[in-house]
């Protein structure tokens, strides 16, 4: 059984976007970039389920920008077999992504994608859900725990008010949540390994071409600023700010 | 042009997310349906009637759609699409769940968590963390878009639509329902609550959590929320967390209480009306956007707010 990937390269959690001063969108220029968080997490539960035996080859897959790579490399480092690096200096909307990968989950013909629930940039949440229309598989988003048997995956979601469990049929894509697992660090003879590892460089005409964009960005801005307040020195001038000044109470 | 709402309900009760997200999409169209999808929702679908401004709420039912399975709903919504130029939903985990597949089953884009209507095409976003927003216009012919509920007010309800049912559709061949775990409070529903107390890693395990946070919540009449190192380490469920990949909140008050206010908690709370941060260290990033802090260990300083609070005759 193989598990597709689907990884992206973004601005590292720990920093904090800047909105560039001409509003056409936020300052990527010398800041650090990761794997998105979300991804490391699928790629994590790909690896455990392969250290268990339920599945042979795991393939992580990016569409981004030659820098890339390095993303792949990471997930190569984590554990997966091989990756596929589909070039592209344009910042793809998650339809086009969507279709993307779509042609790269034909192409590979895995029985389980397993892929973010979101990416912190654009903040969307929509690529696995897309996916698994466009292949009309069956889909569980928000997963936080996942069991995988020969023909159907079932999978603990997180839902408004608490869990929520669902069987589904394999194929199917998954799309990770926060308590799914820990994902580990790389270990140093691990690293080194994953420089042996093949990463494919393709194109997006390689799997059917970009689709049309169907939105455009009009301006970024910065959102208004909340600015610090008072320091208060106990509970009681606190309840009575709160009461008198902020009227909340 | 006309839009379709689709209602955040359990089957047993309309969400106020629904009268925020109608508000949303009369800055669009006049012409505003409600989609009631679910099972048993007969009691739903009369509260939404009487939303103002709503044109008419249609109510499909089946299995499926009773759990709210993605595929079934979205199939249901998709089917409805040929007399609609918009679909709006509140970005709730239902929501996020079933509209990028309507929107990638109509070949059109989605537009995520809107916070504003410019025009019939342009809409305003928030992304990474809400430290940017995106004015994005979109060439599609139909709109499907998501609603940060947080950021319009609620329709009154002084409206009496009529109601129809239509098809449910075919539900969702290749997924099963399997149980869910749905925990009962009676508490306010943390996304609507007009005061929210949240905990953090400070707490130290789940014991603390309900002895500091849920008392306090309780007399203050709020709901209860938590950061993400709460979450994880078990002291309070997942539907608890608020933050840029859980809930977003904006209530009159909020009270974080030994939570350092990461970039991604803020993005969860930041747009509430008055802060209240309750922490031992002066340099937590929290303060940065709290109106009041105050410094000092939740250990005291909770006992003594419950005590001020008393002594206020709340
Ligand atoms: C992809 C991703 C998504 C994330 N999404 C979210 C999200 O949606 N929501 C979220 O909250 N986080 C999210 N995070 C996590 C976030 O980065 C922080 O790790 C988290 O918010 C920290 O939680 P905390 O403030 O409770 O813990 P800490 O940062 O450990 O802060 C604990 C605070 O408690 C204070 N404290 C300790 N003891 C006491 C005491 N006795 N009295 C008073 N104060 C005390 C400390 O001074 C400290 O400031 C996300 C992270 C990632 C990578
Ligand atoms: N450019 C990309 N390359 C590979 N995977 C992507 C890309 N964009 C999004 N994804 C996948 O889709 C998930 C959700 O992203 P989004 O819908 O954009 O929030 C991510 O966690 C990734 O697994």
Redesign the interface.
Known sequence: MKVLVPVKRV?D?NV????KSDQSG?DLANVKMSMNP?CEIAVEEAVRLKEKGAIEEIIAVSIGPIQAQETIRTALAMGADRGILIQTDTDP???QV?KLLKAVALAEGPSLVLMG??A???????????????L???????A?KIELTASAV?VT?????????????LP?VVTA???LNEPRYASLPNIMKAKKKEIALKTVDDFGGLSAP??????????AK?T?????E???E??????TE?G?? | MAVLVVADHDNVSLKDNTHKTVTAALALSGDVDVLVAGQGVDAVAAHAAKITGVRKVLTAQSDALGKQVGEAVAACVVALMSGYDAVLTPATSVGKNFTPRVAALLDVAQISEITEVVDADTFVRPIYAGNALETIKSSDAKKVVTVRATAFKAAEEEGSASVEAVDPGPGAAKSRFVSDEIVKSDRPELAGAKIVVSGGRAMGSAEEFHRVIEPLADKLGAAVGASRAAVDAGYAPNDYQVGQTGKVVAPQLYVAIGISGAIQHLAGMKDSKVIVAINKDADAPIFQVADYGLVSDYKTAVPDLMAALTAAGI
């Open positions: 601005i959690y904090k976007a800047r909105v936020v979300f909307e998650p339809l969507a629930k979101q912190i940039d654009g903040d969307n949440s929509a690529v696995g859900q897309m996916l698994s229309a466009l009309d598989w069956p889909q569980a988003t928000f936080s079932r979601r997180e839902v408004d008010g608490g869990l929520q469990t669902l069987e589904l049929d199917a949540d926060l308590r169907h939105l455009t960005v009009v301006k970024v801005t910065e959102p909340r610090a307040g008072v320091t208060v106990n509970a009681a606190l309840v009575n700010k709160l009461k902020a909340v109470l």
